[in-house]
Protein backbone atom coordinates (compact mmCIF):
# COMPACT_ATOMS: atom_id res chain seq x y z
CA UNK A 1 0.00 0.00 0.00
CA UNK A 2 1.43 3.44 -0.88
CA UNK A 3 1.48 6.20 1.77
CA UNK A 4 1.53 10.10 2.28
CA UNK A 5 4.69 11.33 4.36
CA UNK A 6 4.84 15.35 4.71
CA UNK A 7 8.31 16.66 5.31
CA UNK A 8 8.01 19.76 7.31
CA UNK A 9 11.23 21.41 7.28
CA UNK A 10 12.58 24.15 9.71
CA UNK A 11 11.83 27.12 7.10
CA UNK A 12 8.10 26.40 7.39
CA UNK A 13 7.98 24.39 4.10
CA UNK A 14 6.07 21.46 3.88
CA UNK A 15 6.60 18.54 0.90
CA UNK A 16 4.51 15.59 0.33
CA UNK A 17 5.91 12.50 -1.20
CA UNK A 18 4.34 8.87 -1.93
CA UNK A 19 5.87 5.87 -0.07
CA UNK A 20 5.05 2.96 -1.97
CA UNK A 21 5.37 -0.86 -0.11
CA UNK A 22 8.00 -1.84 1.72
CA UNK A 23 10.14 1.65 0.94
CA UNK A 24 11.77 3.38 3.36
CA UNK A 25 10.48 7.37 3.35
CA UNK A 26 14.67 8.22 2.31
CA UNK A 27 14.59 6.15 -0.95
CA UNK A 28 11.39 7.60 -1.91
CA UNK A 29 12.81 11.35 -0.52
CA UNK A 30 15.50 11.12 -2.86
CA UNK A 31 13.07 9.76 -5.93
CA UNK A 32 11.23 13.02 -5.62
CA UNK A 33 14.80 14.82 -5.91
CA UNK A 34 14.24 15.87 -2.10
CA UNK A 35 17.79 15.89 -0.54
CA UNK A 36 16.32 15.56 2.79
CA UNK A 37 19.96 14.21 5.55
CA UNK A 38 21.10 11.33 4.20
CA UNK A 39 24.81 9.74 5.02
CA UNK A 40 25.32 5.59 5.52
CA UNK A 41 22.10 4.42 4.68
CA UNK A 42 22.23 1.61 6.83
CA UNK A 43 20.70 3.00 10.13
CA UNK A 44 24.61 3.15 11.69
CA UNK A 45 25.07 7.34 11.66
CA UNK A 46 22.10 8.88 12.61
CA UNK A 47 22.39 11.77 10.16
CA UNK A 48 18.85 11.43 8.84
CA UNK A 49 17.48 11.49 12.43
CA UNK A 50 13.74 12.87 12.17
CA UNK A 51 10.98 13.76 14.33
CA UNK A 52 7.75 11.72 13.46
CA UNK A 53 4.53 14.12 14.56
CA UNK A 54 2.20 12.17 13.33
CA UNK A 55 1.53 7.97 12.04
CA UNK A 56 3.23 4.68 12.79
CA UNK A 57 5.95 2.71 11.21
CA UNK A 58 8.30 0.20 10.76
CA UNK A 59 11.30 1.63 12.42
CA UNK A 60 13.96 -0.76 10.44
CA UNK A 61 16.97 -1.71 11.62
CA UNK A 62 19.95 0.23 13.42
CA UNK A 63 22.60 0.78 15.88
CA UNK A 64 22.37 2.01 19.32
CA UNK A 65 24.57 4.89 18.67
CA UNK A 66 22.14 6.09 15.79
CA UNK A 67 19.28 6.43 17.07
CA UNK A 68 18.66 5.39 21.20
CA UNK A 69 15.78 3.60 22.75
CA UNK A 70 15.35 6.47 24.81
CA UNK A 71 14.97 8.84 21.36
CA UNK A 72 12.72 6.09 19.65
CA UNK A 73 10.31 6.14 22.64
CA UNK A 74 9.78 9.95 22.39
CA UNK A 75 8.97 9.29 18.38
CA UNK A 76 12.43 10.26 16.50
CA UNK A 77 13.08 7.59 13.74
CA UNK A 78 15.45 7.38 11.38
CA UNK A 79 14.28 7.94 7.37
CA UNK A 80 17.02 5.47 5.77
CA UNK A 81 14.99 2.73 7.65
CA UNK A 82 11.72 3.41 8.46
CA UNK A 83 8.64 1.98 6.55
CA UNK A 84 5.17 3.89 6.96
CA UNK A 85 2.48 1.95 8.24
CA UNK A 86 0.51 5.11 7.54
CA UNK A 87 0.40 8.39 6.37
CA UNK A 88 3.21 9.97 8.38
CA UNK A 89 4.44 13.74 9.26
CA UNK A 90 7.50 14.04 9.94
CA UNK A 91 10.10 17.20 11.21
CA UNK A 92 13.14 17.11 9.27
CA UNK A 93 16.13 19.17 10.81
CA UNK A 94 17.20 21.59 8.05
CA UNK A 95 15.55 23.86 5.64
CA UNK A 96 13.70 23.27 2.41
CA UNK A 97 16.89 24.68 0.54
CA UNK A 98 19.50 22.63 2.06
CA UNK A 99 17.25 19.70 0.60
CA UNK A 100 17.16 21.49 -2.74
CA UNK A 101 13.99 21.38 -2.62
CA UNK A 102 10.93 24.63 -2.57
CA UNK A 103 7.62 25.50 -2.03
CA UNK A 104 5.22 24.58 -5.15
CA UNK A 105 3.48 27.60 -7.17
CA UNK A 106 -0.20 27.55 -8.46
CA UNK A 107 -2.16 29.21 -10.58
CA UNK A 108 -5.74 29.85 -9.65
CA UNK A 109 -8.85 30.94 -10.29
CA UNK A 110 -11.15 33.32 -8.07
CA UNK A 111 -14.63 31.41 -8.01
CA UNK A 112 -16.24 33.23 -5.24
CA UNK A 113 -16.38 36.65 -3.01
CA UNK A 114 -18.61 36.89 0.09
CA UNK A 115 -19.05 39.40 2.54
CA UNK A 116 -20.02 37.63 5.43
CA UNK A 117 -19.88 40.35 8.21
CA UNK A 118 -19.23 44.21 8.38
CA UNK A 119 -15.47 43.16 8.49
CA UNK A 120 -15.05 39.44 6.97
CA UNK A 121 -15.16 38.23 3.27
CA UNK A 122 -14.92 34.96 2.22
CA UNK A 123 -13.20 34.05 -0.56
CA UNK A 124 -12.63 30.43 -2.89
CA UNK A 125 -10.00 29.57 -5.37
CA UNK A 126 -10.20 27.15 -7.67
CA UNK A 127 -6.75 24.87 -9.54
CA UNK A 128 -6.93 22.71 -12.02
CA UNK A 129 -4.08 20.42 -10.76
CA UNK A 130 -6.16 20.07 -7.55
CA UNK A 131 -4.18 16.72 -6.81
CA UNK A 132 -1.06 17.78 -6.84
CA UNK A 133 -2.04 20.34 -3.81
CA UNK A 134 -1.47 18.37 -0.57
CA UNK A 135 -1.43 20.38 2.48
CA UNK A 136 -2.10 19.79 6.12
CA UNK A 137 -4.80 21.31 7.70
CA UNK A 138 -4.22 24.70 9.60
CA UNK A 139 -1.51 25.09 7.25
CA UNK A 140 -1.13 28.44 5.10
CA UNK A 141 -0.27 29.87 1.65
CA UNK A 142 1.24 33.04 0.06
CA UNK A 143 -1.41 34.46 -2.23
CA UNK A 144 0.13 37.56 -4.71
CA UNK A 145 -2.20 40.23 -5.08
CA UNK A 146 -2.79 41.16 -8.69
CA UNK A 147 -1.37 44.51 -9.78
CA UNK A 148 0.95 44.46 -6.77
CA UNK A 149 3.82 43.86 -8.71
CA UNK A 150 4.61 40.54 -6.92
CA UNK A 151 3.70 41.34 -2.81
CA UNK A 152 2.20 38.65 -1.61
CA UNK A 153 0.14 37.88 1.95
CA UNK A 154 -0.21 34.73 3.74
CA UNK A 155 -3.75 33.14 4.23
CA UNK A 156 -4.61 29.66 6.36
CA UNK A 157 -7.37 27.50 4.43
CA UNK A 158 -10.65 27.61 5.92
CA UNK A 159 -11.15 24.12 3.71
CA UNK A 160 -10.26 21.00 4.76
CA UNK A 161 -7.16 19.36 2.37
CA UNK A 162 -9.92 16.76 0.91
CA UNK A 163 -12.48 19.28 -0.07
CA UNK A 164 -11.57 20.40 -3.92
CA UNK A 165 -12.56 24.04 -3.61
CA UNK A 166 -10.05 26.06 -1.65
CA UNK A 167 -11.54 28.69 1.10
CA UNK A 168 -9.86 31.23 3.08
CA UNK A 169 -11.22 34.20 5.54
CA UNK A 170 -9.99 37.93 5.14
CA UNK A 171 -10.13 40.81 8.02
CA UNK A 172 -10.66 44.14 5.75
CA UNK A 173 -8.85 46.70 6.85
CA UNK A 174 -8.91 50.19 5.11
CA UNK A 175 -5.42 50.58 3.34
CA UNK A 176 -4.62 47.21 3.08
CA UNK A 177 -3.46 45.26 0.22
CA UNK A 178 -5.76 42.39 -0.43
CA UNK A 179 -8.42 44.07 1.38
CA UNK A 180 -8.27 46.79 -1.22
CA UNK A 181 -8.02 44.07 -4.08
CA UNK A 182 -10.88 41.77 -2.31
CA UNK A 183 -12.74 44.32 -1.47
CA UNK A 184 -13.08 47.22 -4.60
CA UNK A 185 -11.36 45.11 -7.68
CA UNK A 186 -11.61 41.54 -7.37
CA UNK A 187 -14.13 39.55 -10.14
CA UNK A 188 -14.93 36.54 -10.09
CA UNK A 189 -12.95 34.96 -12.83
CA UNK A 190 -9.38 36.41 -11.57
CA UNK A 191 -6.14 34.62 -11.89
CA UNK A 192 -4.42 34.29 -8.69
CA UNK A 193 -0.86 32.52 -8.13
CA UNK A 194 -0.18 30.90 -4.64
CA UNK A 195 2.88 28.90 -2.86
CA UNK A 196 2.81 26.52 -0.25
CA UNK A 197 1.89 24.63 1.59
CA UNK A 198 3.97 26.39 4.92
CA UNK A 199 3.38 26.46 8.72
CA UNK A 200 3.57 24.20 11.44
CA UNK A 201 0.36 24.78 12.42
CA UNK A 202 -1.50 21.57 11.70
CA UNK A 203 -3.43 18.69 13.51
CA UNK A 204 -1.87 15.80 14.82
CA UNK A 205 -3.13 12.74 15.25
CA UNK A 206 -5.74 13.21 18.05
CA UNK A 207 -4.96 11.40 21.08
CA UNK A 208 -6.49 13.03 23.84
CA UNK A 209 -9.46 16.02 24.53
CA UNK A 210 -8.41 19.23 22.33
CA UNK A 211 -8.71 22.23 22.61
CA UNK A 212 -9.19 25.00 20.04
CA UNK A 213 -8.78 28.59 20.28
CA UNK A 214 -9.82 31.14 17.98
CA UNK A 215 -9.26 35.12 17.78
CA UNK A 216 -11.56 36.69 14.71
CA UNK A 217 -10.13 35.06 11.11
CA UNK A 218 -8.08 32.65 13.17
CA UNK A 219 -10.87 30.61 12.95
CA UNK A 220 -9.93 29.97 9.38
CA UNK A 221 -7.12 27.15 10.09
CA UNK A 222 -9.35 25.57 13.19
CA UNK A 223 -12.34 25.08 10.00
CA UNK A 224 -10.14 23.33 8.41
CA UNK A 225 -9.01 21.30 11.37
CA UNK A 226 -12.25 20.85 12.12
CA UNK A 227 -13.17 19.78 8.19
CA UNK A 228 -10.34 16.63 8.74
CA UNK A 229 -11.96 15.99 12.00
CA UNK A 230 -15.31 15.36 10.88
CA UNK A 231 -13.92 12.58 8.16
CA UNK A 232 -12.22 10.59 10.84
CA UNK A 233 -12.50 8.15 13.67
CA UNK A 234 -12.32 9.92 16.51
CA UNK A 235 -13.36 8.96 20.21
CA UNK A 236 -11.73 12.27 22.36
CA UNK A 237 -13.53 14.99 23.13
CA UNK A 238 -13.18 18.89 21.10
CA UNK A 239 -14.31 22.33 22.48
CA UNK A 240 -13.71 25.39 20.68
CA UNK A 241 -13.68 29.26 21.85
CA UNK A 242 -14.18 31.57 19.14
CA UNK A 243 -13.45 35.64 20.32
CA UNK A 244 -14.16 38.40 18.67
CA UNK A 245 -14.88 41.91 19.76
CA UNK A 246 -17.85 42.94 18.70
CA UNK A 247 -21.15 40.91 17.88
CA UNK A 248 -20.61 41.82 13.82
CA UNK A 249 -17.38 40.01 13.97
CA UNK A 250 -18.84 36.97 15.01
CA UNK A 251 -18.86 34.82 11.49
CA UNK A 252 -19.44 30.93 9.78
CA UNK A 253 -21.29 30.37 13.29
CA UNK A 254 -24.21 28.01 10.59
CA UNK A 255 -20.19 26.38 10.01
CA UNK A 256 -19.29 25.79 13.21
CA UNK A 257 -23.17 24.17 13.85
CA UNK A 258 -22.88 21.55 10.89
CA UNK A 259 -19.69 20.39 12.22
CA UNK A 260 -21.10 20.30 16.06
CA UNK A 261 -23.61 17.69 14.02
CA UNK A 262 -21.34 15.99 12.31
CA UNK A 263 -18.20 14.96 14.36
CA UNK A 264 -19.15 13.40 17.68
CA UNK A 265 -18.37 14.99 20.83
CA UNK A 266 -17.43 18.77 19.52
CA UNK A 267 -18.95 22.00 21.29
CA UNK A 268 -18.22 25.36 20.58
CA UNK A 269 -18.56 29.00 22.14
CA UNK A 270 -18.12 32.48 20.93
CA UNK A 271 -17.27 34.99 23.53
CA UNK A 272 -17.70 38.57 22.85
CA UNK A 273 -14.80 41.24 24.30
CA UNK A 274 -17.49 43.94 23.79
CA UNK A 275 -19.30 45.02 27.28
CA UNK A 276 -22.20 45.98 25.32
CA UNK A 277 -22.47 42.72 23.86
CA UNK A 278 -25.83 40.64 23.59
CA UNK A 279 -23.63 37.91 23.68
CA UNK A 280 -24.22 35.57 26.84
CA UNK A 281 -20.44 35.21 26.98
CA UNK A 282 -18.43 38.09 27.27
CA UNK A 283 -14.75 38.99 27.99
CA UNK A 284 -11.95 36.21 27.48
CA UNK A 285 -11.62 33.14 26.05
CA UNK A 286 -9.68 32.37 29.33
CA UNK A 287 -12.49 33.53 31.46
CA UNK A 288 -14.51 30.95 29.85
CA UNK A 289 -12.08 27.44 30.14
CA UNK A 290 -14.22 24.98 32.26
CA UNK A 291 -11.87 21.84 34.09
CA UNK A 292 -13.36 19.11 31.48
CA UNK A 293 -11.29 21.55 28.45
CA UNK A 294 -8.75 21.46 30.34
CA UNK A 295 -8.44 18.24 31.80
CA UNK A 296 -6.00 18.80 34.00
CA UNK A 297 -3.43 19.46 31.34
CA UNK A 298 -4.63 15.75 29.67
CA UNK A 299 -5.07 18.18 26.66
CA UNK A 300 -3.48 19.57 23.39
CA UNK A 301 -4.10 22.99 22.65
CA UNK A 302 -4.10 24.73 19.31
CA UNK A 303 -4.23 27.70 19.10
CA UNK A 304 -4.81 30.80 15.85
CA UNK A 305 -4.58 34.31 17.33
CA UNK A 306 -2.29 37.07 17.68
CA UNK A 307 1.24 37.12 20.15
CA UNK A 308 0.11 38.74 22.80
CA UNK A 309 -3.56 36.32 22.44
CA UNK A 310 -0.50 33.66 22.82
CA UNK A 311 0.96 35.03 25.54
CA UNK A 312 -2.08 35.50 27.42
CA UNK A 313 -3.27 31.95 27.19
CA UNK A 314 0.36 30.71 28.47
CA UNK A 315 0.14 32.95 31.13
CA UNK A 316 -3.50 31.98 32.28
CA UNK A 317 -2.12 27.85 32.24
CA UNK A 318 0.87 28.89 33.80
CA UNK A 319 -1.08 30.47 36.26
CA UNK A 320 -3.54 27.67 37.14
CA UNK A 321 -0.51 25.20 37.34
CA UNK A 322 -2.07 23.04 34.10
CA UNK A 323 0.52 21.80 32.00
CA UNK A 324 -1.23 20.76 28.57
CA UNK A 325 0.12 17.80 26.70
CA UNK A 326 0.79 19.62 23.80
CA UNK A 327 0.22 23.36 22.87
CA UNK A 328 0.25 24.45 19.73
CA UNK A 329 0.10 27.91 18.13
CA UNK A 330 0.05 29.96 15.20
CA UNK A 331 0.59 33.76 15.61
CA UNK A 332 -0.52 36.37 12.95
CA UNK A 333 1.99 38.57 11.92
CA UNK A 334 -0.52 41.42 11.52
CA UNK A 335 -2.91 41.17 14.29
CA UNK A 336 -5.63 44.10 14.43
CA UNK A 337 -6.55 43.65 18.20
CA UNK A 338 -4.48 40.97 20.02
CA UNK A 339 -6.84 40.20 22.92
CA UNK A 340 -6.91 36.83 24.61
CA UNK A 341 -10.57 37.30 24.71
CA UNK A 342 -11.16 38.23 21.47
CA UNK A 343 -9.01 39.21 18.94
CA UNK A 344 -10.00 40.19 14.95
CA UNK A 345 -7.69 38.71 12.66
CA UNK A 346 -5.41 40.55 10.62
CA UNK A 347 -5.84 42.44 7.17
CA UNK A 348 -3.11 40.09 6.28
CA UNK A 349 -3.48 35.95 7.64
CA UNK A 350 -1.07 34.69 10.14
CA UNK A 351 2.31 34.43 9.37
CA UNK A 352 4.29 30.90 9.97
CA UNK A 353 3.31 28.55 12.78
CA UNK A 354 5.40 28.09 15.64
CA UNK A 355 5.10 25.30 18.19
CA UNK A 356 5.38 25.40 21.54
CA UNK A 357 5.56 22.98 23.92
CA UNK A 358 3.65 22.29 26.69
CA UNK A 359 5.97 23.77 29.23
CA UNK A 360 4.21 27.26 30.22
CA UNK A 361 7.24 29.83 30.58
CA UNK A 362 8.29 30.22 34.29
CA UNK A 363 8.49 33.70 36.26
CA UNK A 364 11.13 35.57 35.47
CA UNK A 365 14.04 35.33 38.64
CA UNK A 366 14.86 38.52 41.06
CA UNK A 367 18.37 39.21 38.73
CA UNK A 368 16.61 39.27 35.53
CA UNK A 369 14.12 41.39 36.32
CA UNK A 370 16.64 44.51 36.83
CA UNK A 371 17.79 43.81 33.27
CA UNK A 372 13.89 44.62 32.14
CA UNK A 373 14.35 48.13 33.04
CA UNK A 374 16.78 49.61 30.39
CA UNK A 375 15.11 47.36 27.73
CA UNK A 376 11.68 48.53 28.70
CA UNK A 377 12.56 52.28 29.08
CA UNK A 378 13.70 52.20 25.36
CA UNK A 379 10.86 50.08 24.12
CA UNK A 380 8.25 52.70 25.60
CA UNK A 381 10.07 55.51 24.42
CA UNK A 382 9.90 54.08 20.38
CA UNK A 383 6.40 53.00 20.90
CA UNK A 384 5.84 57.06 21.99
CA UNK A 385 8.07 57.61 18.91
CA UNK A 386 6.19 55.80 16.45
CA UNK A 387 2.52 56.54 17.65
CA UNK A 388 3.34 60.63 17.57
CA UNK A 389 3.79 59.52 13.83
CA UNK A 390 0.85 57.50 13.18
CA UNK A 391 -1.93 59.99 14.73
CA UNK A 392 -0.70 61.98 11.74
CA UNK A 393 -1.39 59.44 9.27
CA UNK A 394 -4.78 58.63 11.16
CA UNK A 395 -6.49 62.19 12.53
CA UNK A 396 -9.50 62.61 11.01
CA UNK A 397 -9.73 59.66 8.83
CA UNK A 398 -10.90 56.71 11.12
CA UNK A 399 -14.22 56.08 9.78
CA UNK A 400 -17.10 55.48 12.83
CA UNK A 401 -16.76 51.60 12.75
CA UNK A 402 -13.07 52.62 13.51
CA UNK A 403 -13.94 54.66 16.33
CA UNK A 404 -15.92 52.85 17.90
CA UNK A 405 -13.95 49.57 17.63
CA UNK A 406 -11.44 51.52 18.93
CA UNK A 407 -13.21 53.09 22.04
CA UNK A 408 -14.30 49.20 22.70
CA UNK A 409 -10.39 48.44 23.37
CA UNK A 410 -9.77 51.99 25.54
CA UNK A 411 -12.73 50.60 27.87
CA UNK A 412 -11.93 46.43 27.38
CA UNK A 413 -8.08 47.73 28.73
CA UNK A 414 -9.97 49.63 31.65
CA UNK A 415 -11.84 46.97 33.26
CA UNK A 416 -8.97 45.09 33.59
CA UNK A 417 -7.81 47.73 36.42
CA UNK A 418 -9.26 49.10 40.01
CA UNK A 419 -7.66 52.44 40.46
CA UNK A 420 -3.77 51.74 40.85
CA UNK A 421 -4.46 47.88 41.20
CA UNK A 422 -4.57 45.99 38.62
CA UNK A 423 -7.81 43.08 38.30
CA UNK A 424 -5.57 41.15 36.34
CA UNK A 425 -2.28 42.09 35.14
CA UNK A 426 -2.31 39.33 32.56
CA UNK A 427 -5.11 40.13 31.02
CA UNK A 428 -4.48 44.15 31.22
CA UNK A 429 -1.09 43.52 28.88
CA UNK A 430 -3.12 42.18 26.28
CA UNK A 431 -5.74 44.46 26.15
CA UNK A 432 -3.17 47.27 26.50
CA UNK A 433 -1.39 45.74 23.95
CA UNK A 434 -4.53 46.00 21.45
CA UNK A 435 -5.00 49.29 21.67
CA UNK A 436 -1.82 50.57 21.41
CA UNK A 437 -1.61 48.40 18.30
CA UNK A 438 -5.02 49.31 16.47
CA UNK A 439 -4.49 52.81 14.57
CA UNK A 440 -1.34 51.12 13.22
CA UNK A 441 -3.75 48.92 11.78
CA UNK A 442 -5.70 51.35 10.68
CA UNK A 443 -3.17 53.59 8.78
CA UNK A 444 -2.95 50.66 5.98
CA UNK A 445 1.04 50.95 5.80
CA UNK A 446 2.20 47.62 6.72
CA UNK A 447 6.07 48.84 7.31
CA UNK A 448 4.96 51.30 10.01
CA UNK A 449 3.01 48.00 11.91
CA UNK A 450 5.79 45.77 12.03
CA UNK A 451 7.89 48.76 13.09
CA UNK A 452 6.15 48.58 16.05
CA UNK A 453 5.32 44.93 15.95
CA UNK A 454 9.01 44.37 16.60
CA UNK A 455 8.91 46.57 19.29
CA UNK A 456 7.92 43.39 21.58
CA UNK A 457 6.20 45.80 24.05
CA UNK A 458 3.76 43.48 25.41
CA UNK A 459 5.94 40.25 25.41
CA UNK A 460 8.61 42.65 27.67
CA UNK A 461 5.06 43.48 29.95
CA UNK A 462 3.89 39.91 30.21
CA UNK A 463 7.63 39.69 31.38
CA UNK A 464 7.58 41.66 34.56
CA UNK A 465 3.98 42.79 35.75
CA UNK A 466 2.22 40.73 38.12
CA UNK A 467 -1.21 41.46 39.50
CA UNK A 468 0.13 42.29 42.93
CA UNK A 469 2.14 45.39 41.33
CA UNK A 470 1.08 48.93 41.30
CA UNK A 471 -0.14 50.77 38.11
CA UNK A 472 0.00 54.24 37.24
CA UNK A 473 -3.85 54.88 37.91
CA UNK A 474 -3.83 57.35 34.96
CA UNK A 475 -3.27 55.14 32.59
CA UNK A 476 -7.01 53.93 31.66
CA UNK A 477 -7.65 57.65 31.54
CA UNK A 478 -4.77 58.21 29.42
CA UNK A 479 -6.82 55.70 26.76
CA UNK A 480 -9.74 57.11 26.86
CA UNK A 481 -8.39 60.50 26.45
CA UNK A 482 -6.50 59.49 23.12
CA UNK A 483 -9.88 57.81 21.67
CA UNK A 484 -12.05 60.99 22.51
CA UNK A 485 -9.02 63.66 20.72
CA UNK A 486 -9.76 60.97 17.55
CA UNK A 487 -13.58 61.65 18.32
CA UNK A 488 -13.00 65.48 18.14
CA UNK A 489 -10.18 65.33 15.89
CA UNK A 490 -7.86 67.14 17.75
CA UNK A 491 -4.51 66.19 17.25
CA UNK A 492 -2.47 68.29 19.55
CA UNK A 493 -4.66 66.46 22.17
CA UNK A 494 -4.14 63.53 21.05
CA UNK A 495 -0.41 64.02 21.20
CA UNK A 496 -0.04 65.42 24.82
CA UNK A 497 -2.50 62.24 26.16
CA UNK A 498 0.33 59.83 24.18
CA UNK A 499 3.60 61.67 25.93
CA UNK A 500 2.18 62.09 29.22
CA UNK A 501 1.12 58.43 28.74
CA UNK A 502 4.09 56.80 27.51
CA UNK A 503 5.32 58.44 31.49
CA UNK A 504 3.07 57.04 33.36
CA UNK A 505 2.91 53.37 31.20
CA UNK A 506 7.38 53.90 32.13
CA UNK A 507 6.79 54.74 36.08
CA UNK A 508 4.38 51.46 36.28
CA UNK A 509 7.24 49.52 34.61
CA UNK A 510 10.01 51.09 36.76
CA UNK A 511 8.05 50.38 40.08
CA UNK A 512 7.10 46.44 38.72
CA UNK A 513 10.53 46.13 38.01
CA UNK A 514 11.99 46.74 41.63
CA UNK A 515 9.40 44.42 43.05
CA UNK A 516 10.68 40.71 41.70
CA UNK A 517 7.36 38.68 40.39
CA UNK A 518 6.28 35.73 42.31
Not at 81 to 89: F, H, I, N, T
Not at 179 to 197: C, E, H, I, K, W
Request: aromatic share 8%; with cysteine.
Amino acid sequence: MTYQVALAFEDGITRFIKVGPRETVADASYKARINIPLDCRDGACGTCKAFCESGTFDAGDYIEEALTDDEAGKGFCLPCQMVPESDLVLQIPTTSDVAKTAATTYASTLTEIRRISESTYAFSLEIENRDDLNFLPGQYVNIEVPGSGGQTRSYSFSSGPEVSTLSFLIRITDGGLMSTYMRDVAQVGDQLNFTGPMGSFFLRDPKRTLLLLAGGTGLAPLLAILEKLSGMQNSHPVHLIYGVNTDTDLVEIDVLEDYKARIDGFTFDTVVGDPASSAEKKGYVTNHFEPHHLVEGDVDIYLCGPPPMVEGVRRHLEAEGIKPQNFYFEKFALAVVPDAAAAPAPSTAPAPAEAASAEAPAALPAYEIGEEHATFQAQFDARMALELGIVELTMGKLTPEQLVEFKVLAQLAGKTLDGEKFVSSEEFTITNGAFHEFLFTCVGNEHLLQAYQRLEVPATMAKVLRKEHWIDGAVDADHLSIVAAFENQDLPAARTAIIAHNEHAKATMAAASRTPGK
